[in-house]
């Protein structure tokens, strides 16, 4: 394998920075290229047809200019709604965020049940239904729309956003029980809810296990991608970002997602 991959990771915004930052730990010797398709988000309000033209050109734009070995879809609603359209535009390996996360669900679970929840865009879809039930479980999904923009919002660890989450947790397991399911794990389906699992994990009931996709993601990626990567012996990874849109608020939100500095955001133009 070669011994520094050339890695691309993309989403509609910069919520996949959180995939980024999990694959740094996993594979951090690796050159890796972020672009968010940030002047045509919210993907979820396109069609499929859209969605898919817009992830095949970003996928491409990582491939053919920035020389990308391998892709990271860190986007769910690409993941759900593109996979198959982004996979026939590049001749590289594509890996998408769901199928990570519900092989993820199927090791932690015992009773079999799971729940999810995810953007609206991500649930209407079903990818994650489909991808747990390939893995043997049941799942319930929840579109939480209102967690975004706390986090993009910064209130992470705040009282309104904890409440919020807690009357959709309620919600859910209500629907749960109604079903006759017996969840023991919460798949958080969108790229913004690692930076809340903190709060999550302390809401849930005991027992019940969090599986942050984006972290199940990179476990898949390394295995896949590099998987020999020896982390006492390895270079600091080389990091690159692109944005379509809104730079200024990228470079400001992005380190947050990142936890560590994203540095300079590069402009680029996909067309409309």
């Not at 499929?48 to 020389?67: D, H, K, N, P, W």
């Not at 609603?77 to 092989?103: F, K, R």
């Not at 967690?147 to 919020?164: M, S, Y």
């Not at 809401?203 to 996709?213: H, L, N, T, Y």
Request: with cysteine.
């Amino acid at each position: 394998m070669n011994k520094t991959p050339a890695i691309g990771v993309f989403d509609s915004g910069f919520g996949g920075l959180t995939v980024l930052r999990a694959l740094l730990s996993h594979i951090p010797s690796a050159r890796y290229a972020f672009l968010g398709d940030t002047a045509r988000l919210p993907y979820g309000s396109k069609s499929r047809r859209t969605i898919a033209r817009y992830a095949a050109e970003s996928a491409q734009f990582l491939v053919r200019e920035q020389g990308a070995e391998f892709l990271v879809i860190a986007c769910n609603t690409a993941s759900a709604l593109a996979l198959d359209a982004i996979q026939d535009a590049v001749p590289v390996p594509v890996l998408g965020v769901i199928e990570p996360g519900a092989a993820s669900a199927r090791a932690a679970s015992q009773s079999g049940d799971v729940l999810v929840i995810a953007t609206d865009a991500t649930v209407q879809s079903h990818a994650y239904a489909t991808a747990c039930r390939s893995q043997g479980l049941r799942a319930l999904e929840k579109a939480c729309p209102l967690l975004v923009p706390l986090v993009e919002e910064g209130w992470t660890q705040h009282p309104v956003t904890a409440e919020v989450f807690r009357i959709y947790l309620d919600e859910l397991l209500h629907q749960a029980a109604a079903e006759g399911m017996s969840p023991d794990t919460l798949v958080l389906g969108c790229t913004h809810y690692p930076l809340l699992r903190p709060m999550i994990e302390k809401a849930v009931p005991a027992g019940m296990r969090v599986i942050d996709s984006a972290e199940a993601t990179a476990e898949a990626a390394a295995k896949l991608f590099h998987p020999h990567e020896s982390v006492e012996r390895s270079p600091a990874a080389q990091i690159s970002c692109f944005a379509t849109d809104s730079v200024e608020k990228f470079e400001r939100l992005g380190s947050r997602f990142l936890e560590r500095p994203v540095g300079h955001v590069e402009l680029i133009d996909l067309g409309g």
